[in-house]
C-alpha cells in the first residue's frame, strides 16, 4: 500500500472518527492491510492488577485474538517488546521461544507499539500478530508509532474532557454549599424547596419550613472573636444536620441563619408543625467548644410554618417562616 493511499485514508478516519472506538477500529483495518498481519488489536494494561485486556481487534485469518481476552501482564510479548525496546519480531519461536501467551496463541510474527496516557504512562499497545512469519517494513512500522501517537492525543483529549467534566460538576456542587459549614448554601435552599413544593402538590402533602436565627450571634463574636464565631457556626450546622432526618434538609440562609425544611403529611398538621419547631429548638442548645472557651448556648429563635396547598413560590414560604421567628423572638424578649 502506498504511503499517500495511507495517509489519505487516516485522514479520512481523523475527520470523521468521534471517540475512541470509532478512531481505533478503522486503524486496526488499515494496519491489518498495510502489514497483512493476521491479527491486531488494541489492549488496555491494569498495572495495579497485572493484567493486560483485549480492548478491540480485528482477526482475518486462522489466528483469534478476541476482544474482552485478559492474560497476566508478566507473560506478554508487549512487555518483552517493551523492556526490549524492540517493536517487530518476525520469528517469536526463535526470538521467545520460552512464552507461553505466544505459544498458546502460535505467534510467529509480532508487532506492537505502547499507547500513553496524558502524564505519558503507558495506557495499553497497539499490536498485530500472525501465525506465519511475515515481513513488516520500516514504512509500516513508522506508520504503527505515527497510529498510537494518534490513538494516545485522543486518549489524553478524552481524559481531558472527563477532567473538564468532573471539575464542572465540583464546581457546580461547591456553588452550591457555603464555604463555611458545608451544608447547602440559599441557592441551594431555593431550589430545593421548589423541588419539595411540586412534590407536595403532586402527593397532596406539604412541606414545613423553619426558620433559625442564632440569638447573641453577634455578643458571641464580639467577645471570644470572629474565629470562635466561625466554629460556633460550623458546630451548630454539624448538630443541627445530625438530629435532622435524612430526608430534612439544612442550608445556611444568612450570617447567623438556618433553614430547615421536612416533608408533612398535610398542611392542618398543627401537632407536627410545633414538633418541628420544638426539635429545632433542642437541636440548637447545648454546649460548644469554640477553641479555648466553651460556651453554654441557650439555643435559638426558631419560626416554623407549614406550606398550604395552593403555596408554590419558595421566597415567599421562607418569608413567612422568617416573621414566625421573628414573633419568637419578641416573645421570648419578654420573658428574659
Given at each position: 500500500m502506498k504511503?499517500?493511499?495511507?495517509?489519505?485514508?487516516?485522514?479520512?478516519?481523523?475527520?470523521?472518527?468521534a471517540?475512541?472506538e470509532?478512531l481505533i477500529?478503522?486503524?486496526?483495518?488499515?494496519?491489518?492491510?498495510?502489514?497483512?498481519?493476521?491479527?491486531?488489536?488494541f489492549t488496555s494494561?491494569d498495572f495495579?492488577q497485572?493484567?493486560?485486556s483485549v480492548?478491540?481487534a480485528r482477526n482475518?485469518g486462522?489466528?483469534q485474538?478476541?476482544?474482552?481476552l485478559s492474560?497476566?501482564?508478566e507473560?506478554t510479548?508487549?512487555k518483552?517488546?517493551f523492556?526490549?525496546t524492540r517493536?517487530y519480531?518476525?520469528?517469536?519461536?526463535?526470538?521467545?521461544?520460552d512464552s507461553?501467551?505466544?505459544?498458546?496463541?502460535g505467534i510467529?510474527t509480532?508487532?506492537?507499539?505502547?499507547?500513553?496516557?496524558l502524564?505519558?504512562?503507558?495506557?495499553?499497545?497497539?499490536c498485530?500478530?500472525?501465525?506465519?512469519?511475515?515481513e513488516?517494513?520500516?514504512?509500516s512500522?513508522l506508520?504503527?508509532?505515527?497510529?498510537?501517537q494518534?490513538?494516545?492525543?485522543?486518549?489524553a483529549?478524552?481524559e481531558?474532557i472527563?477532567?473538564?467534566r468532573?471539575l464542572n460538576?465540583?464546581?457546580?456542587?461547591l456553588a452550591m454549599?457555603?464555604s463555611l459549614?458545608?451544608v447547602?448554601n440559599?441557592?441551594?435552599l431555593i431550589d430545593e424547596?421548589?423541588?419539595?413544593l411540586?412534590?407536595?402538590?403532586r402527593e397532596?402533602?406539604?412541606?414545613?419550613?423553619?426558620?433559625?436565627?442564632?440569638?447573641?450571634f453577634?455578643q458571641?463574636?464580639?467577645?471570644y472573636?470572629?474565629?470562635?464565631?466561625?466554629?460556633f457556626?460550623?458546630?451548630?450546622?454539624e448538630?443541627l444536620?445530625?438530629?435532622?432526618r435524612g430526608?430534612?434538609?439544612?442550608?445556611r440562609?444568612g450570617?447567623?441563619?438556618?433553614v430547615?425544611?421536612?416533608?408533612?403529611?398535610?398542611?392542618?398538621d398543627?401537632?407536627?408543625?410545633a414538633?418541628?419547631?420544638e426539635r429545632?429548638s433542642?437541636?440548637?442548645q447545648?454546649?460548644?467548644e469554640?477553641?479555648?472557651v466553651?460556651?453554654?448556648y441557650?439555643g435559638?429563635?426558631?419560626?416554623v410554618v407549614t406550606?398550604a396547598?395552593?403555596?408554590?413560590h419558595?421566597?415567599a414560604?421562607?418569608?413567612?417562616?422568617d416573621?414566625a421567628?421573628?414573633?419568637?423572638k419578641q416573645q421570648r424578649?419578654?420573658?428574659?
Amino acid at each position: 500500500m502506498k504511503t499517500e493511499e495511507i495517509l489519505y485514508r487516516l485522514d479520512d478516519i481523523m475527520s470523521d472518527s468521534a471517540d475512541l472506538e470509532s478512531l481505533i477500529r478503522p486503524l486496526l483495518q488499515l494496519i491489518e492491510e498495510f502489514t497483512g498481519l493476521e491479527s491486531v488489536y488494541f489492549t488496555s494494561i491494569d498495572f495495579h492488577q497485572n493484567i493486560q485486556s483485549v480492548v478491540f481487534a480485528r482477526n482475518m485469518g486462522d489466528m483469534q485474538i478476541t476482544e474482552g481476552l485478559s492474560v497476566p501482564w508478566e507473560d506478554t510479548l508487549c512487555k518483552r517488546s517493551f523492556e526490549e525496546t524492540r517493536t517487530y519480531v518476525s520469528q517469536v519461536s526463535e526470538h521467545w521461544g520460552d512464552s507461553e501467551a505466544a505459544q498458546a496463541l502460535g505467534i510467529e510474527t509480532y508487532i506492537s507499539e505502547p499507547v500513553r496516557r496524558l502524564d505519558h504512562e503507558i495506557f495499553g499497545t497497539l499490536c498485530g500478530a500472525s501465525a506465519s512469519r511475515r515481513e513488516v517494513d520500516d514504512q509500516s512500522i513508522l506508520f504503527l508509532r505515527l497510529f498510537a501517537q494518534i490513538i494516545s492525543q485522543q486518549l489524553a483529549r478524552e481524559e481531558l474532557i472527563t477532567q473538564l467534566r468532573q471539575l464542572n460538576a465540583e464546581y457546580s456542587r461547591l456553588a452550591m454549599l457555603d464555604s463555611l459549614t458545608g451544608v447547602p448554601n440559599r441557592r441551594a435552599l431555593i431550589d430545593e424547596l421548589k423541588r419539595m413544593l411540586a412534590r407536595a402538590q403532586r402527593e397532596g402533602s406539604a412541606v414545613h419550613v423553619g426558620f433559625i436565627d442564632l440569638d447573641n450571634f453577634k455578643q458571641i463574636n464580639d467577645v471570644y472573636g470572629h474565629d470562635a464565631g466561625d466554629l460556633f457556626l460550623i458546630q451548630m450546622a454539624e448538630q443541627l444536620k445530625t438530629g435532622l432526618r435524612g430526608s430534612d434538609v439544612l442550608a445556611r440562609y444568612g450570617g447567623d441563619e438556618f433553614v430547615a425544611l421536612s416533608m408533612a403529611n398535610s398542611a392542618g398538621d398543627s401537632a407536627a408543625q410545633a414538633g418541628f419547631a420544638e426539635r429545632l429548638s433542642q437541636l440548637t442548645q447545648g454546649m460548644f467548644e469554640l477553641g479555648a472557651v466553651t460556651l453554654e448556648y441557650a439555643g435559638a429563635s426558631v419560626g416554623v410554618v407549614t406550606s398550604a396547598h395552593d403555596e408554590f413560590h419558595p421566597e415567599a414560604l421562607i418569608a413567612r417562616a422568617d416573621a414566625a421567628m421573628y414573633a419568637v423572638k419578641q416573645q421570648r424578649r419578654l420573658v428574659e
